[in-house]
């Protein structure tokens, strides 16, 4: 036992063993960033997509501020293993295989991920799942360098979660490579109870759509498990729909605000090789991606509301605080947060940074913070104490 504990004092001192959440793989310590194919092309998907998706990560400059993960989503396999019983990549959309592509895309300084499903069949029945595979599948994905696995809930034949999905995360651990582990299993059995101990993130609702009532009612759900989200294990209220064309420029935005503020995986999911500049434009702000990746990796809470006009903020990183005003109603109106609210002192004196206006308030601030927000917009702001 004096040997364990030395051991332990060793690797907490030299930072290899920390007690934050999460499987203990040392990945996913902030958010992941990165990119999906589901929501914008579902199972019309290539390898071409996929490389050219890695070409415009490059070439937009979002791979610089953090966007890292290239994921493909369901149907990238053919729908029988081959006679070894290994998953197979799709012969007619995936011809190189899935190394090749990973070969690619590591190329480009990027990260490959993947999907399967905890049954027996994924969601669209057109490829097996890894149930009773895993760790088979587990080390597939490892020889091909995957470094992401997206791991989905359809036709399980009714087990529960908690039986299904730790033995895939054991399955990672054995594979020999770094894989973070990305539960989806839809907010079933309250996986943030139980889940920051085998996987990365977990999905707390059901699937997103490109919808503003979608977006909001997400928001919500996921916002009641806060407290269970921490560096190395966080909440999933799903991907990204910013440039799908379903939801205004402004709704985009509060989507895009409110996903950092909650420290909620940053999955791209439009046609990124087409994407508009004012779609860059959201995804590529670096102030708002700050707060989303900020050190502390505290999720950010609504911590006031009256009527459709809500107040959303948390911590960050040297006793600053985030605060989203965002205004769900069909009308312009003035957002106040209270300092009582946001978890600071009410004597103390704040610089305000305008996130999306890219500039400091003139005037320093005491007690509260009001501005007028437009209908289904957000304000996004860092303070900085000054004093207190
Ligand atoms: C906000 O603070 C200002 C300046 O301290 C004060 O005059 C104003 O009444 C406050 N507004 C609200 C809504 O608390
Ligand atoms: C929120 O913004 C909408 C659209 O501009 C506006 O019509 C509405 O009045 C605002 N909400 C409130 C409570 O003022």
């Known amino acids: 036992m004096e040997v364990m504990s030395v051991l332990l004092t060793v690797l907490l001192t030299i930072g290899l063993w920390d007690q934050t959440n999460g499987v203990s793989n040392g990945i996913g310590k902030t958010p992941p960033m990165g990119w999906n194919s589901w929501n914008h092309f579902a199972c019309s998907i290539d390898e071409s997509i996929i490389r050219g998706t890695a070409d415009a990560l490059i070439s937009t400059g979002l791979s610089k501020v953090g966007y890292e993960y290239v994921n493909i989503d369901d149907c990238w396999g053919e729908q029988n293993r081959d006679a070894q019983g290994n998953l197979v990549a799709r012969a007619s959309t995936f011809s190189s295989g899935i190394k090749a592509l990973a070969d690619y895309v590591h190329s480009k300084g990027l990260k490959l991920g993947i999907y399967s499903d905890a049954g027996s069949y994924t969601c669209s029945k057109t490829m097996p799942g890894s149930l009773g595979h895993e760790e088979q599948d587990a080390k597939t994905f490892a020889s091909w360098g995957v470094d992401y696995l997206k791991y989905d809930n359809c036709n399980n034949g009714g087990t529960q979660p908690q039986k299904r999905y730790p033995t895939m995360s054991t399955a990672l651990s054995n594979s020999g490579r770094s894989i973070f582990y990305s539960m989806c299993e839809w907010g079933d059995q309250n996986p943030a109870k139980w889940a920051p101990a085998i996987a990365n993130s977990w999905r707390t609702t059901g699937d997103i759509e490109d919808k503003w009532d979608s977006i909001t009612s997400r928001a919500d759900q996921n916002d009641q498990w806060a407290s269970y989200a921490g560096p190395g294990g966080w909440n999933d209220p799903d991907m990204l729909e910013v440039g799908n064309g379903g939801m205004t420029m402004e709704e985009y ?136």
């Open 253 to 388: 935005r509060s989507h895009f605000s409110i996903w950092a503020l909650i420290k909620a995986p940053l999955l791209i999911g439009c046609d990124l090789r087409s994407a508009s500049s004012e779609t860059l434009g959201i995804l590529g702000n670096q102030e708002v991606i700050s707060v989303n990746q900020d050190p502390l990796g505290v999720q950010g809470k609504k911590v006031s509301k009256q009527g459709d006009l809500e107040v959303w903020a948390g911590p960050l990183s040297n006793k600053r605080v985030a605060v989203v005003l965002w205004n769900r109603s069909g009308s312009t109106s003035s957002i106040t947060a209270k300092w009582k609210d946001i978890g600071l002192s009410s004597n103390t004196v704040v610089q305000a940074r305008d996130l999306w206006a890219h500039s400091k308030l003139s005037t320093s601030l005491q007690g509260n913070l009001t501005s007028s927000v437009d209908s289904h917009a957000c304000k996004m702001y860092i303070l900085t104490p000054t004093s207190s």
